[in-house]
């Protein structure tokens, strides 16, 4: 069957993940089993979350492309539309739209080696990109995920870190402000990279999250003399 991204389904809530303060996960299954089976999306790409009467928002798709029977969208409340889904509970039911938007290169990246770098709610995007890598492991060189936060608290799906980095992903994570327990990297994204020894001809590098923090590991990278292609 196919599927039309423009048309609108029905979608079931079947869970709810508080991840950060104002952040939270939401595992979402089509109504129809017909639309679930033709759906796919690629890494990176976004849907159209819809909710009657307050609008519909952009949000990237951040579960595993093989999963054919769930979708997850993980939301930080911004607006109207974001604060009345952060109101809905398990079980109940959304509209959306999808998939729209263009998608990290992962089929133009086999055969080298791939950073991923990302901040804050930047890994939510890059996370399908993670599953992609993790599920065809052996077409890729050294994977290394730089991934940095405001504090421990505010780091995303950290009970996920251990399973890629025995997939074979180097994951090293930063956040500006440690606490008492932390005892990992403190500071920013671009300085990790920085401090990465590179072959960087055959490095790809995918990075998401606040601008000042992708302008910087741009910057780097074309300082290594990464390809900017």
């Not at 389904?9 to 679930?36: C, K, M, W």
């Not at 992962?106 to 599920?135: F, M, Q, S, T, W």
């Not at 290394?144 to 995303?156: H, S």
């Not at 996920?160 to 327990?181: A, F, N, P, S």
Request: charged share 20%.
């Amino acid at each position: 069957p196919t599927h039309h991204p423009w048309v609108a389904h029905s979608a079931q809530i079947v869970d709810i993940r508080p991840e950060v303060p104002g952040v939270a996960t939401y595992d979402l299954v089509f109504d129809n089993p017909d639309v679930a089976a033709a759906y796919r999306f690629k890494p990176g790409q976004f849907n159209m979350l819809y909710l009657p009467g307050f609008g519909e928002s952009a949000i990237s798709i951040s579960s595993d492309p093989a999963r054919l029977d769930l979708l997850s969208h993980t939301v930080r409340v911004a607006g109207n539309v974001t604060q009345a889904l952060a109101r809905k509970r398990v079980d109940d039911h959304i509209t959306l739209r999808g998939p729209f938007g263009s998608s990290w290169p992962v089929e133009a990246c086999c055969g080298k080696d791939v950073v991923l770098a990302c901040g804050g709610i930047g890994l939510a995007p890059l996370r399908p990109a993670i599953y992609h890598i993790l599920n065809h492991r052996g077409e890729y060189g050294r994977v290394i995920l730089l991934y940095g936060a405001r504090t421990p608290k505010d780091l995303l799906y950290p009970s996920e870190y251990d399973e890629w980095r025995g997939g074979g992903i180097e994951v090293e994570v930063t956040v500006d402000i440690g606490d008492d327990r932390w005892n990992g990297h403190v500071g920013v994204v671009p300085v990790l990279f920085y401090r990465l020894r590179l072959k960087p001809q055959q490095t790809a590098v995918m990075t998401c999250g606040p601008e000042i923090m992708m302008r910087f590991v741009v910057f780097e990278a074309l300082a290594r003399r990464v390809q900017p292609d």
